[in-house]
């Protein structure tokens, strides 16, 4: 058996059901190989009382400190966080909260190798236990984890530490891997892991049925994401707007859902677009499968898993040029890539609308995409840094209190 120890500070829980979804499908997919003992270490940051007592934060002390999550054991180490500090001090924390639940696990059992599933503060803090317990690393680079913590000067510093440190480097995208070499890393030592579909979820199916589920008449645009500067929804709101008859769904819940309001509110087309807040991704596909289309304006992605699901669905995708939208859209079928603008979004929605791809075209773009794919691969990659480490029965130092 590979004894595996997943870090990551991306995972659902109760209070955040779909957060870091796409992590927690990939981990229950390496945990169901039959060669794999996987377990899982997702660290919570919090902030020192009283500041732990805001409505934000109140939450995670209802938290079990472990259990089984769709059949994988997790444990929720707290780790403390200090506002206004740009993150310098989140590794360390996490390495720190990490250990004293790691050292009576690796006594027991040691582990074979860290899989670290997001880069920061996952990938430093899998570097410190990598050393204290004489195991390799792997670390995972999905997008915002390289190009905001990569680049902010607080933690730039730690990211390309890591980066360099690390036994192996995964990226979802090919654009994501060069822009991890070009903080200076040895680009042959990271390998692409594009994300899985689950296509029992995300599937073609009857369009008009969908939409009349929802209550839709009438061309349908869609977009997901947090409701965060990053993810422009602003600008496909001022799209949709300028679109006669055509209606918007955004799903995703953030910061900027009062400024966003107020732009719809101002745009003449407060009937047409909605903001759904945080939907259950079991109930994306209903979404998907209504849309005509699915528009989303990220100024930086790796490679987003709500294309690849939109996609799957048979809805085209109208997306800039961020991360890996040129390894996804590369034929007409699959939508169009764009200037970040409201104007482009509006002109390329408006010839999709008009000249749409057939639904099945649409879908085979992404046929290489799956989760058996995905958990094959990164068993073979943790398995090979694995190698002739595994095992080293290194004693794991005094726990860190």
Same mark, same amino acid.
């Given at each position: 058996?590979?004894?595996?120890?997943?870090?990551? *500070?991306?995972?659902?829980?109760?209070?955040?059901?779909?957060?870091?979804?796409?992590?927690?499908?990939?981990?229950?997919?390496?945990?169901?190989?039959?060669?794999? !003992?996987?377990?899982?270490?997702?660290?919570?940051?919090?902030?020192?009382?009283?500041?732990?007592?805001?409505?934000?934060?109140?939450?995670?002390?209802?938290?079990?400190?472990?259990?089984?999550?769709?059949?994988?054991?997790?444990?929720?180490?707290?780790?403390?966080?200090?506002?206004?500090?740009?993150?310098? #001090?989140?590794?360390?924390?996490?390495?720190?909260?990490?250990?004293?639940?790691? +050292?009576?696990?690796?006594?027991?059992?040691?582990? !074979?190798?860290?899989?670290?599933? %997001? #880069?920061?503060?996952?990938?430093?803090?899998?570097?410190?236990?990598?050393?204290?317990?004489?195991?390799?690393?792997?670390?995972?680079?999905?997008?915002? +984890?390289?190009?905001?913590?990569?680049?902010?000067?607080? *933690?730039?510093?730690?990211?390309?530490?890591?980066?360099?440190?690390?036994?192996?480097?995964?990226?979802?995208?090919?654009?994501?891997?060069? !822009?991890?070499?070009? $903080?200076?890393?040895?680009?042959?030592?990271?390998?692409?892991?594009? *994300?899985?579909?689950?296509?029992?979820?995300?599937?073609?199916?009857?369009?008009?049925?969908?939409?009349?589920?929802?209550?839709?008449?009438?061309?349908?645009?869609?977009?997901?994401?947090?409701?965060?500067?990053?993810?422009?929804?602003?600008?496909?709101? !001022?799209?949709?707007?300028?679109?006669?008859?055509?209606?918007?769904?955004?799903?995703?819940?953030?910061?900027?859902?009062?400024?966003?309001?107020?732009?719809?509110?101002?745009?003449?087309?407060?009937?047409?677009?909605?903001?759904?807040?945080?939907?259950?991704?079991?109930?994306?596909?209903?979404?998907?499968?209504?849309?005509?289309?699915?528009?989303?304006?990220? %100024?930086?992605?790796?490679?987003?898993?709500?294309?690849?699901?939109?996609?799957?669905?048979? *809805?085209?995708?109208?997306?800039?040029?961020?991360?890996?939208?040129?390894?996804?859209?590369?034929?007409?079928?699959?939508?169009?890539?764009?200037?970040?603008?409201?104007?482009?979004?509006?002109?390329? $929605?408006?010839?999709?609308?008009?000249?749409?791809?057939?639904?099945?075209?649409?879908?085979?773009?992404?046929?290489?995409?799956?989760?058996?794919?995905?958990?094959?691969?990164?068993?073979?990659?943790?398995?090979?840094?694995?190698?002739?480490?595994?095992?080293?029965?290194?004693?794991?130092?005094?726990?860190?209190?």
């Amino acid at each position: 058996m590979l004894r595996v120890l997943t870090l990551s *500070t991306l995972y659902p829980d109760a209070t955040r059901p779909n957060f870091g979804v796409f992590v927690e499908r990939q981990t229950r997919g390496l945990a169901a190989h039959p060669d794999v !003992d996987l377990t899982v270490v997702a660290g919570i940051g919090t902030p020192p009382w009283p500041l732990s007592n805001h409505p934000n934060y109140l939450p995670f002390a209802a938290l079990p400190q472990q259990e089984e999550w769709n059949d994988v054991a997790v444990h929720r180490p707290r780790f403390t966080v200090f506002p206004g500090t740009g993150g310098r #001090f989140h590794a360390a924390a996490l390495a720190r909260a990490a250990a004293r639940i790691i +050292d009576p696990l690796y006594a027991a059992q040691p582990f !074979d190798v860290i899989d670290a599933e %997001f #880069f920061f503060p996952d990938g430093p803090a899998a570097i410190v236990l990598g050393k204290r317990y004489g195991i390799p690393v792997s670390i995972k680079a999905r997008g915002a +984890d390289i190009h905001h913590w990569g680049r902010t000067p607080a *933690t730039a510093g730690q990211v390309r530490d890591a980066a360099n440190r690390a036994d192996g480097i995964l990226a979802v995208s090919e654009a994501l891997a060069d !822009d991890i070499a070009a $903080l200076g890393v040895n680009r042959d030592k990271i390998a692409v892991h594009r *994300t899985g579909i689950d296509r029992t979820l995300f599937a073609v199916r009857d369009r008009a049925a969908a939409k009349a589920a929802l209550g839709i008449t009438g061309p349908l645009v869609i977009s997901t994401g947090a409701l965060i500067s990053r993810k422009g929804h602003a600008i496909v709101i !001022d799209a949709v707007a300028a679109l006669p008859g055509v209606s918007l769904l955004i799903a995703g819940e953030g910061p900027e859902r009062a400024a966003l309001e107020t732009r719809i509110a101002a745009s003449g087309a407060a009937d047409r677009i909605r903001l759904l807040g945080s939907v259950p991704h079991r109930d994306l596909p209903q979404l998907m499968n209504a849309a005509d289309a699915m528009a989303l304006a990220s %100024f930086s992605e790796g490679l987003a898993n709500a294309w690849v699901e939109a996609l799957a669905s048979g *809805t085209p995708v109208v997306i800039p040029n961020a991360g890996g939208a040129r390894e996804l859209v590369t034929t007409p079928a699959a939508g169009g890539i764009v200037a970040r603008n409201a104007e482009a979004f509006a002109r390329a $929605l408006s010839d999709l609308l008009a000249h749409p791809p057939a639904p099945a075209d649409t879908a085979a773009t992404v046929s290489a995409y799956s989760w058996q794919a995905n958990c094959d691969q990164l068993y073979a990659h943790l398995l090979r840094l694995a190698g002739p480490k595994r095992r080293r029965l290194v004693p794991p130092p005094q726990s860190s209190g």
